[in-house]
């Protein structure tokens, strides 16, 4: 179905951290969420509107320190700007259409911006769900419903010659929505780990967990996402506290580690791998670990192999999925996966499933997040990874964002109305997620449109004006 984007409205507004996360080579203690609302028209005359938000975040689209933390977000800025004025120069198109007929302008004209591949690909990204968010409105259907039928006209373009159109179109369709979804919890770099590492002057006590002691014992969930720094025996130290607090509290438990980037060359992580396996206390962290995400810097991990690591565990790429090309290269270096972020682009995200699919047992798609804040962010996340079939998802802003406390009283009482299994509102706190034994409940997320299901108040939100960048 062909539409046109007709006006974009771009607002942001701030967020604080409740506890200071700590991955890469940044600590957050805050930050600034980017909301768009859109208007696209049918070729009928129908007319809608559709809305997406995504953080603006610094030092990991980009993390050259050549740039401040305020670049940084400006070029993210500057990637929306870009993709607004392609989508509405490009005219009357199919969803994926906009998205396909202008990718190559837009890598072109961001990289001229000294936009990397990964930021270039941010605007587009909120583009894209907010499109087929008005779509969905306007037509009644669900993103399910479009996604299986095909809606948003996905298909094989140049862009991606190693998918086939047969092929694709089965995996689209044989798609089904899931109830639920299993939280995977992230343990930051900082996070304290045990009651001994948080002073009582330090506690917030504000109801929610704040070690990882607590947070086992209040989602009682079973995935957990570790995050490693790059220095051998400190990792190994706090992978080794992590263990014990996991081995002692759970009967089971799975999780990931996660590099972003820290280690230099592919010989460091599998020294560090080594010697977990060589350490008796890390021994059931071990066996429980499902793969390894993206440990080296991207300016290598492309072009050399993994295959030393991926023989003693699987691993994939995240910050190194620029471009719809990065996964293919990637699988020839070793790499048996790809993570889905729907701040890379969600199209990208269907695409490497289907890519996936094709290349049948042994690879894989995980689902990884970058602050996915409650509300509007955090559902259209949802429902695409567990559409995409992934049965655990990578969570981090539950915990280290105190609920909707960004969003105003209006909005926040909309969406506790619209999803009671998703969110919870107890007196004296903002909306919460609920996550009862580490799953997430997806039922609600079946309305009309991206699975957005009640309206934001824009009107609490500082509106920003689109730049139109020449080059």
Known sequence: ????????????????????????????????QAVIRVRISLPDGRSGQGVAAEAL????????????????????????????????????????????????????????????????????????????????????????QMIVSN?????????????????????????????????????????????????????INDGLPETLEEVVSYYRGRYYKLKVAGDIKADLDRLSRIAFVLDHRLPEYRTTLDGNEQYEDVEGIVELWRKVGETPALARLAQSTLFIEQPIKRSVALSRSVESLAKLRPVIIDESDGELSSFPTALK????????????????????ASRVAQLGPGYFMSAEDLTTLPGVSLQQDLALVSLLGMTHVERNAHHFVDGMSFASEAEQKAFVSAHRALYERKPGHPARLKAP?????????????????????FRSMTPRTTQVYRV
């Open 151 to 203: 809606l948003p006209g996905i298909r094989t373009t140049e862009l991606t010659p190693d998918i086939e159109q047969i092929p694709l179109a089965r995996f689209l369709a044989a798609l089904k929505p899931a109830s639920s979804i299993e939280l995977r919890h992230t343990v930051g770099l900082v996070d304290p780990l045990t009651a001994g590492d948080r002073t009582p002057m330090e506690r």
């Open 333 to 352: 270096l070793g790499y048996s996966g790809v993570s889905s972020k729907n701040c890379k682009g969600f199209y990208k995200s269907i695409l490497n």
């Open 1 to 32: 179905m062909k539409i046109k984007l007709e006006e974009v409205e771009r607002y942001e507004r701030p967020m604080t951290m409740r506890l200071a996360f700590r991955f890469g080579v940044i600590t957050v203690t805050g930050g600034i």
């Open 57 to 144: 975040a610094a030092k990991w689209f980009e993390k050259s320190p050549e740039f401040t933390d305020d670049q940084n977000l400006d070029q993210l800025r500057q990637s929306l700007d870009l993709a607004i004025d392609h989508y509405k120069g490009h005219g009357a198109d199919t969803p994926f259409g906009l998205f396909a007929g202008t990718y190559g302008e837009q890598q072109k004209k961001g990289a001229a911006l000294r936009l990397n591949p990964l930021v270039a690909s941010y605007g587009p990204a909120l583009l894209d769900r907010a499109i087929l968010d008005a779509l969905g409105k306007i037509t009644g259907n669900s993103f399910s």
């Open 437 to 457: 034994g580490g799953k997430i409940a997806l039922a609600s997320l079946n309305v009309p449109g991206f699975a957005v299901g009640a309206e934001m108040d």
